[in-house]
């Protein structure tokens, strides 16, 4: 169990030091610093006031519930389709490969 959990880290060192050189190379060649800059700070902001939004509707009474019936709905309709109806799981694995390999993951 030990030698797993090690091999685990080394893995995820591994590929996390692969992303930061990755990224630290395409830093390096952009000519646009101040934008990417500009669009990482605005997407902090978006994330904060998001997050004040979510935290006044939940304190909302009523407004919570329904939309926790909601997320629990949707939860069970998307768990139906995906496992139980068949060739859905085929699919749906499918689609994630291909977003994966895009990305640059090998699953």
Do not use: H
């Not at 992303?19 to 978006?46: C, M, Q, R, V």
């Not at 998307?78 to 799981?89: I, S």
Request: net charge negative; aromatic share 12%; glycine share 8%.
């Amino acid at each position: 169990m030990k030698a797993q959990s090690d091999d685990l880290m080394d893995t995820i060192t591994v590929k996390a030091t692969e992303i930061a050189d990755d990224l630290t190379a395409k830093w390096e060649a952009s000519d646009e610093k101040p934008t990417i800059i500009f669009f990482g700070f605005s997407a902090l902001l978006a994330l904060y006031f998001t997050n004040g939004i979510v935290g006044a509707v939940d304190k909302l009474p009523l407004l919570s519930t329904i939309f926790e019936l909601i997320g629990m709905g949707f939860t069970g309709y998307t768990a139906y389709r995906f496992f139980l109806v068949p060739g859905e799981k085929e699919t749906i694995t499918s689609t994630v490969s291909s977003f994966a390999k895009k990305v640059g993951i090998d699953l």
